[in-house]
């Protein structure tokens, strides 16, 4: 059973809903700024994805945040210490999944497990940790013999065993197959219920928008979009596209061909061979329909569409200039 965090601060007792606070942060290599001015916050309690391309700054501003690099500029509390200053003490109270783990392949589960025990005073029981991430049937399996989803369940483990306050996931499910994928998701989620916050990163959407509270979309060292993935897929007067398809030979009436724009993203995606794209979609659905049932035509794949977040994602991350806060 997970344990239930109280929303406190450990040392003082203090209230502390903010696992993480950054304030302007910069972070310079030579003449690159890799992080030119970055302010969010992450709460206890809550799945915080960090979201942009290659080269972004999101490992520049994760291992900033874990005490592994050093900022140029900026304010940054986690756990309400300075990581630059909070050495082992924070280290205990922080847990890392990283991509791929150097683990040794002889050792079982429960030998892993007992020899990332031993670096914490007060580390999880192995049995509640192994139950939490459905390894308990293969505790005395060597790591070699282990599934890909295994392996990544055991990266969780480890990061779980000495009961940490904050949890950084880098792609936590990248390589396992849609049902593995669904109980990693499971798992995750049940790590917010028990209060801990999550930053998580991730190149798969549908995987933010199923998980994340909330996401901060940096491109170029900047945010260019924070706020939850409902928000962010409805801001700012992205259209609605009506999919469907045309009987051969039809031809759309010139107020819906209007309406077509092949080049639009929105548009261009989805089964069906034409997007409509409209801030008027019960409108212009009526239109259509009403147009089609006169013409006696069947509307094949006729479905409505909202832009998803990799539409967004992707969107936002072309114009870096474009800058939109969601709720
Ligand atoms: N140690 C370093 N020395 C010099 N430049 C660096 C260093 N680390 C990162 N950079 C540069 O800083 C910028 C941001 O890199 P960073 O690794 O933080 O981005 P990222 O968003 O994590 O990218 P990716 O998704 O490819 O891992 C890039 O231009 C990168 O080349």
Known sequence: MLRRRAVHDRRDGAPAAAAIVVEDLHRRYGDVEAVAGLSFSVRRGEIFALLGPNGAGKTTTIEILEGYRRRSAGTVRVLGTDPERGGRALRERIGIVLQAAGLDDEL????????????????????????????????????????????????????????????????????????????????IAGLRRAGRAIVLTSHYMDEVQQLADRVLVMARGRAVATGSPAALRAGRGRPTTIAFQLPDGATLPPDLAMLLRPGARACAEGEAAIGLCTDEPTRVLHRLTGWALAQGFELRGLSVVEPSLEDVYLELTEEPEAVLHGS
Request: glycine content about 8%.
């Open 108 to 187: 079982t589960v429960r030998e892993t497990v007992e020899l990332y025990a031993s670096c914490y005073a007060t580390p999880r029981a192995l049995p509640e940790l192994l139950g939490e991430v459905d390894l308990e049937d293969r505790r005395d399996r060597r790591v070699l013999h282990l599934s890909g989803g295994e392996r990544r369940r055991l990266d969780l483990a480890l990061a779980l065993v000495g009961d940490p306050e904050l949890v950084f996931l880098d792609e936590p499910t990248t390589g396992l197959d849609p049902a593995a994928r669904r109980r990693a998701w499971g798992t």
